[in-house]
């Protein structure tokens, strides 16, 4: 597979993403807040970024915290009561566009929300483009279009490493795996979920990597480009909203490439919802897709306890 093919899934979703930041709604401000407690954070050992000389920092918009300038992979646990345990598990890779996390809403509420249905969780915060070392420099930019730091004038923002998230996907399966027993899930049933970005993220752990690939995905709002779908894919669960500025108006590529090679495939196009809403907004009917996600991980046999 050629280099170009191999960096598709997440350079596409960065085009993306930067084509159609003009169409995202006045941003709230960003307020500096204090680096989170992150005690079951486990290092992933997959080096830093090249270039990276600034402070991961966090902080909080939309009453959400984010985090930027992340430049050690960590994947957090959470396991469900286990009373209610079932086995199966989810890679949750948050989104933002490659330069920040949405590690909140993409991130720990998504996983809560899968242990309170007796699934084992695991937050992957993978690297990250270097943003401006400096917060004022930040807080001033769309952190989706500012120039990397050190960057020429002008210059178009670049595409991201391909390797660092995927080398990182890669490693998170390898831990979940090698650790299965200890933390009760089957690794037969281990899948990955990612959201925007951390779709990308998704696609590229399903379609790029030789070795543990994930059980089963659900890319939620991501990229929908065509792409070649290995005849052992994975079943795919996809929730997208109408009027998402990001890939609500594409063409449905992924779904029909998927349906083509005969793989199961289950897709949810919401009326509404807009880009980035995590578990659901309330008044939008997107606010039904995670119930749907559960009914569909259940009639795909992946809830049946050990």
Known sequence: MSTITRGAAIGACLISLLAASAAIAQEPPKTQIKAP??????????????????????????GDPFVRNVSIATLTPFLPDPAKANGA???????????????????????????????AAFVLKYRLMPTAPEWAEFDKNNPLTAPRPGATPGAPPPLPP????????????????????????????????????????????????????PAFIAPIYGGQRAVEVPPDAPPMFVALAADDPLFGNNEYGLI???????????????????????????????TGWFPQFMIWLESNGMLKKN
Do not use: C
């Open 162 to 213: 391909v390797t660092l998230p995927l080398e990182d996907a890669t490693a998170a399966f390898k831990l979940v795996r090698a650790r299965a027993k200890e933390w009760n899930i089957d690794p037969k049933r281990l899948g990955m979920m990612g959201f925007s970005a951390g779709a990308g993220t998704t696609m590229a752990a399903t379609l790029q990597s030789t070795e543990n690939k």
């Open 256 to 286: 029909t490439a998927w349906k083509k090679a005969g793989r199961p495939v289950e897709f949810h196009l919401y009326q509404n919802g807009g880009h980035g809403f995590g578990l659901g907004n309330t008044g939008k009917t997107s």
């Open 37 to 62: 407690a992150e005690p079951n954070a486990i290092p992933l050992n997959t080096g830093g970024v090249e270039g990276q000389t600034a402070k991961e920092t966090w902080y909080e918009q939309w």
């Open 89 to 119: 598990a989810v890679i949750v890779a948050p989104g933002g566009g490659f330069r920040i996390l949405s590690m909140g809403n993409e991130g720990w509420e998504v996983a809560k929300a899968l242990n309170d249905r007796g699934v």
